[in-house]
């Protein structure tokens, strides 16, 4: 009777970077097994030799890489960086329409009742906006890359501590919102190496309509603009256009890898090659 590889093996291959796993038939368990032997070995020599020439090379996580790019390639650009608190109030939440009602209410990460590990960098970048709109000129442009948070479902893209580049430019002429989203999604996914990507309308939990960057079927940002019912929980009232890139994904897809923890901060990979071989 024939048989596929089991889901301890599937689960193993993918640890280790396997690429593609095709869904093989074999003519016996035997026969699979073996097969599967070998295919592990192959894989953990190849990441000993790729763990060896990290550690001797001293590299830098592609995480690390692609901060630094972005960050070089937005200020390029004319965009001021910040950073904020990871930890942000309830308050703020519901700001963002986040309230106990809301189906993102239980994916957050509760510090206590009053405070929580953000699920999101928009919550800071509109206060802060809101703060810098008050004593420079209404046209500011702005990012911030940092950890989010978020009781994710479980598989290959999707992770509980994930890192987001969020950025937003505010004063934006109202007839030019779409081309200047454009503009920027097409300024991040060309700085990565990333091209042949897609822009697709679509509705979100939290920011209803919206543009999101999908590459190979895998959303790897969302974008939005404004005004928006959104702005006047913060006091602000100007038009805007943002989008929020996961880092890691961008990383798996630009790598080819099938497994987004292994590059992700962790203490089972280094840059994608597993620890545990």
């Not at 963002?96 to 590990?117: A, G, I, R, Y």
């Not at 802060?128 to 911030?144: A, C, G, Q, T």
């Not at 895998?218 to 880092?247: C, K, N, Q, R, Y």
Request: with cysteine.
């Amino acid at each position: 009777m024939s048989c596929t590889w089991t889901i301890t093996q599937k689960m193993r291959l993918k640890e280790l970077n396997s690429g593609y796993i095709e869904e093989k038939e074999f003519n016996s368990t035997k026969e699979r097994d073996e097969a599967f032997r070998a295919a592990e070995k192959n894989l953990r020599v190849k990441n000993l030799q790729q763990l060896k020439t990290y550690c001797c090379e001293a590299g830098t996580p592609a995480l690390c890489e692609i901060e630094k790019i972005l960050s070089e390639k937005l200020k390029e650009e004319g965009f001021l960086q910040v950073v904020t608190p990871t930890i942000i109030s309830k308050e703020m939440l519901a700001k963002m329409t986040v309230d106990n009602k809301h189906p993102l209410f239980s994916q957050v990460f509760w510090l206590d009742e009053n405070k929580c590990l953000r699920p999101m960098l928009a919550p800071n970048l509109y206060s802060v906006s809101k703060d810098l709109m008050r004593s420079v000129d209404k046209h500011i442009k702005l990012f911030e890359i940092g950890s989010c948070f978020r009781k994710e479902s479980q598989g290959n893209t999707h992770l509980n501590e994930f890192t987001m580049l969020n950025l937003v430019e505010w004063g934006i002429p109202e007839e030019e919102r779409n081309e200047r989203l454009e503009e920027l999604a097409d300024l991040i996914m060309k700085a990565i190496g990333l091209d042949n990507y897609k822009l697709i309308k679509e509705s979100s939990v939290v920011y209803g309509d919206t543009v999101d960057v999908m590459y190979k079927d895998i959303e790897v940002a969302s974008g939005s603009m404004g005004p928006h019912f959104l702005d006047g929980a913060w006091g602000i009232s100007s038009t805007w256009v943002g989008l929020g890139f996961g880092l890691e994904r961008l990383i798996m897809l630009k790598n080819n890898g099938l497994n987004v923890k292994s590059y992700s901060k962790s203490i089972s990979y280094i840059n994608g090659i597993r620890l545990n071989l």
